[in-house]
């Protein structure tokens, strides 16, 4: 049972639907420096049953009247992909603090819009990409950029599985729907190219980005057979690391997910878990210097939860972001937009030249 401490920051959850079910209203409800304050949902029957469920101070049909409340101190943007620009904008202009799922947008511009309206709010964004807060990848990350040295390459995968919804479905509880539910114009998923990109890819890249830092350029390719997608993506970082990441929807086995890092003073093996397991990375980290290995346990799994702690580290206490920012987020976007250029020209396409949608 994690303790609450005595001054917490006041959430307030739009969307009550999946992600918000599966993750952020928990998340509030166990965070030791942050209170579920509020809720906010077009559809009243899903506001109402999660209102009984979670019991926040506060419940909103509008997402305006709950900006306008004068003790919501942060927003998390639980929605679908579209409406993750224009509600968290609406958020740091009413000077809220936001916590926006990823991805932050599916376009350039987009991103960059919401990035100007970050600087100009004076307010705390961080993107929702929870696997910076896996306790595992963060001793990775730590060895890498403290006793590695120089990096040579990384070798990355994230491989959804065709049995992944029968392993979910086994631990999660089935979500509440709703008829009433606002959704977005057209099928996200009418464009299965662009949607696993944006819902898996984006993970894939920033934990790149989190490891071996900027990706400067990518080549990459696409094999598109029985249903199934797999890119493979040549990347260049700014430190002189060579990378390859694996983007395949969906592997016949089990979830597959991990990296190889190698570099000058020592090397790190990683497997990931299926998210909704809430458990943390299996990973072994090499030291050249005594040729031993360490395996820390990241006994806390609770990746959503640890996110929403950290957001709120760093609003009441001003420590500095452990998260995903609004620039990681936006060159989160970039590398996807170059993936999907790349895939289609053929051609190495540099990351700070892109435009457009993914």
């Known amino acids: 049972m994690i303790r609450k401490q005595d001054r917490r920051l006041r959430v307030g959850v739009l969307g009550c639907g999946p992600i918000a079910q ?50 919501l101190e942060a927003v998390i943007v639980a929605t679908s992909d579209a409406y993750h ?58 060895f890498v950029r403290d006793e590695m040295g120089d990096i040579l390459a990384l070798k990355a995968w994230y491989c959804d599985s065709t049995h992944r919804y029968t392993n979910t479905d086994a631990v999660q509880p089935r979500p509440v729907t709703s008829k009433l539910a606002r959704k977005p114009a057209g099928n996200p998923k009418a464009d299965l190219r662009q949607y696993f990109m944006l819902a898996h890819g984006s993970h894939l890249v ?22 199934a997608y797999c890119w493979f993506v040549e990347t260049e ?41 809430f458990r943390a990375s299996e990973v072994d980290i090499f030291h050249e210097k005594d040729a031993t290995s360490r ?25 500095s972001m452990r998260g995903a920012n609004v620039d990681d987020g936006l060159a989160s976007i970039r590398a996807m937009v170059a993936i999907a250029r790349s895939v289609e020209s053929g051609e190495r396409v540099e990351i700070a030249s892109v435009t457009g949608a993914v």
């Open 85 to 142: 620009v224009p509600m968290s904008i609406k958020a740091l202009e009413a000077g809220k603090h936001v916590l926006c799922e990823k991805p932050i947008g599916v376009s350039v511009e987009e991103g960059q819009k919401l990035a100007d309206a970050v600087k100009r709010s004076g307010k705390v964004l961080q993107v929702g990409h929870m696997k910076r807060f896996d306790p595992a990848l963060e001793a990775a990350r730590d």
């Open 295 to 319: 395996k820390p346990l990241g006994a806390d799994g609770h990746f959503f939860r640890r996110q929403l702690e950290g957001l709120a580290e760093t609003v009441l206490d001003g420590k």
């Open 206 to 227: 920033d934990t790149a980005r989190f490891l071996c830092g900027e990706i400067v350029a990518v080549r990459a390719r696409l094999n598109e057979r029985f249903g």
């Open 22 to 71: 599966f993750a952020h209203l928990e998340s509030c409800v166990k965070a030791s420096n942050a209170d579920l304050y509020a809720i906010c949902d077009a559809a009243p029957d899903l506001l109402a049953r999660m209102g009984a469920t979670y019991e926040p101070e506060k419940m909103y049909g509008d997402y305006d009247a709950m900006l306008a409340d004068p003790e």
């Open 237 to 277: 970082f700014a430190n002189g690391a060579l990378g390859h990441l694996d983007l395949t929807v969906a592997v016949r086995m089990d979830w597959h997910e991990g990296f190889q890092l190698y570099g000058e003073n020592g090397s790190v093996i990683a497997k990931t878990f299926n998210p909704w397991y």
